[in-house]
């Protein structure tokens, strides 16, 4: 890891400014599956440090590689760090590759997220209602269970030429029986720890006064870039922000739009 990590730091030294102009034009066209030449060289070098430390990495294509290195800002050494806790986490949270529903009945039970629907960008749309959701014991394990489920129900969906999905998160009839700390912080966890930059943008509607004491808890722990993702829309204004991103085609019907809601498991 020497050599690799003595090269990057190198470069990293002599154009800091120059690195610094092309990470924020890769930011700026982050919603893209172009990789430009800086990428494509910090792509390369992590590859070569983590293939020799997991073999199974060499499954992995260059832009789930790419997604890791945006999530460190294109720094090589902790993006490869990252990219292994998480194919160990894959090892041993889903053994088999994916999440089966006979798993997670209870969170199915509560018909609480759906998908349906792509934004102007072609990323796919799910819709989160919040008031459905309850905690029970056990719940913490199955919740984080059927969270991987949905995120790779969600990027199974994605067309070809996407990376990225909007999410819009209905609080409606949202009250402290449906607070869960617990749960609030594990669903970041796996977004940000385990499917990095994937989340385009996620839209907080109807969100109730007493709601926000639980977000000044949960706001700390919500990287930079995350955060930047993250809209909270006023009620006189929700058909007008949401139809600036999606078509009205596209919007669910309980918004003003064509389609109707579709529960996840059922998409």
Same mark, same amino acid.
Request: charged content about 30%; aromatic content about 12%; glycine content about 6%.
């Given at each position: ?26 930011? $700026? ?31 992995? $294509? $260059? ?41 997670? %009945? ?27 959701? #309850? ?23 994605? %067309? !070809? ?24 912080? !594990? ?20 969100? %109730? ?7 000044? #808890? ?8 995350? +955060? ?28 003003? !739009? +064509? ?9």
């Amino acid at each position: 890891m020497s050599y690799y990590y003595h090269r990057e730091r190198k470069g990293r030294a002599m154009s800091s400014d120059h690195d610094h102009e092309k990470m924020e034009e890769a930011r $700026d066209g982050e919603d893209t599956m172009e990789i430009n030449e800086m990428e494509q060289t910090k792509v390369r070098l992590m590859r070569a440090y983590v293939e020799s430390q997991d073999p199974s990495s060499q499954e992995v $294509d $260059d832009l789930m590689m790419r997604r890791f290195l945006r999530a460190r800002d294109l720094d090589v050494e902790k993006a490869s760090a990252f990219f292994l806790r998480y194919l160990k986490w894959k090892q041993t949270f889903v053994p088999n590759g994916s999440i089966s529903l006979s798993v997670v %009945p209870n969170e199915v039970a509560q018909n609480k997220m759906f998908l349906q629907g792509f934004d102007k960008q072609g990323r796919p749309i799910t819709v989160v209602l919040g008031a459905r959701h #309850f905690q029970y014991q056990g719940s913490l394990a199955e919740f984080k269970r059927f969270l991987v489920y949905v995120f790779d129900k969600i990027c199974a969906r994605m %067309p !070809g030429g996407q990376e990225k999905f909007v999410v819009i998160g209905d609080l409606e009839g949202w009250g402290y029986s449906n607070s869960d700390m617990r749960g609030y912080l !594990g669903a970041l966890s796996i977004l940000q720890d385990y499917y990095p930059e994937r989340l385009g943008k996620l839209f907080i509607i109807h969100a %109730p006064y007493i709601f926000m004491a639980v977000w000044k #808890f949960v706001y700390p722990f919500i990287d930079k870039n995350t +955060k930047k993702k993250i809209v909270f829309v006023e009620k006189t204004k929700l058909r007008s922000t949401l139809l600036e991103e999606i078509d009205e085609s596209q919007l669910p019907q309980i918004y003003g !739009g +064509k389609l109707p809601l579709v529960p996840i498991h059922d998409s």
